[in-house]
């Protein structure tokens, strides 16, 4: 398996970051990666032609099949573009239906299950506040954490990219909401292209440098210490 993180519980780390970062910035993942960007640009040209314009329907499916495209290819491309083993297939489509689904709280916020309701509301919506990310992901930590699911380590890294990556994109429109400090502007549309393209790098180092899941196994036994609870 391809997969960037390189703990291995039973040896440590063996390779370092620095080749890591090498088995992330591979060409099949930089032209992969290449391609989202196509695949971005092509989506939002789409979404700009008065046809789709003038249906609502079409243009909320098309913008939630491209928030969901754009987290599983992300997550893809973090797992190094190896898309042979189920446990990956299933972590690839858990990142597009968290992109893709995190715009269910337009109908929670306006209460109701019409697109007119939930597309016309004066507020954002709960779960496009960005500062909500880290908070999710710290609790999702714990969790995982207090629970022993150390093989669920990856989850807090795949929600970030998945949510982070639907905020950017709508962040081009509104800016990022970020609770209690205000908005920022809207994003430009070439720096949300970047940061998509970036992203999935940025994360997959992020998870090498953390030694995943070498924190998780010491955070659980902190835990364990902390709760009284004998070792494991
Ligand atoms: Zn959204």
């Not at 290449?34 to 909320?60: E, H, I, K, Y």
């Not at 599983?72 to 299933?90: D, H, I, M, P, Y």
């Not at 998945?162 to 994109?169: G, M």
């Amino acid at each position: 398996m391809r997969l960037p993180i390189i703990y291995n519980l039973d040896k440590g780390l063996s390779n370092g970051t620095t080749s890591s970062i090498k088995g992330i910035l591979t060409s099949a993942n930089l032209i992969s990666a290449s391609f989202l960007g196509v695949f971005c640009l092509t989506c939002d040209r789409l979404a700009q032609t008065a046809a789709c314009r003038r249906n609502r329907v079409f243009a909320a499916l098309l913008d939630n099949f491209t928030h969901g495209i754009i987290g599983s290819w992300t997550w893809a491309v973090v797992l190094g573009g190896n898309l042979n083993s189920t446990k990956n297939l299933r972590q690839i489509i858990l990142a597009g239906i968290l992109a893709s689904c995190m715009d269910v709280d337009h109908f929670l916020a306006a209460r109701s299950i019409h697109l007119k309701d939930a597309t016309s509301l004066q507020q954002r919506p709960l779960f496009h506040m960005t500062t909500l990310i880290p908070v999710i992901a710290i609790i999702s930590e714990i969790i995982i954490c207090a629970s022993g699911l150390h093989r669920l380590h990856y989850f807090p890294y795949l929600f970030t990219l998945s949510w982070f990556s639907h905020h950017i994109r709508d962040a081009t429109r509104r800016g990022l909401w970020l609770w209690p400090f205000g908005s920022t502007p809207p994003v430009p549309y070439g720096m949300y292209i970047g940061l998509t393209l970036v992203l999935p790098f940025l994360i997959a180092i992020l998870m090498s440098i953390t030694g995943s899941p070498i924190h998780a196994v010491e955070l659980h036994r902190v835990l364990h210490r902390v709760g009284g609870i004998q070792q494991v």
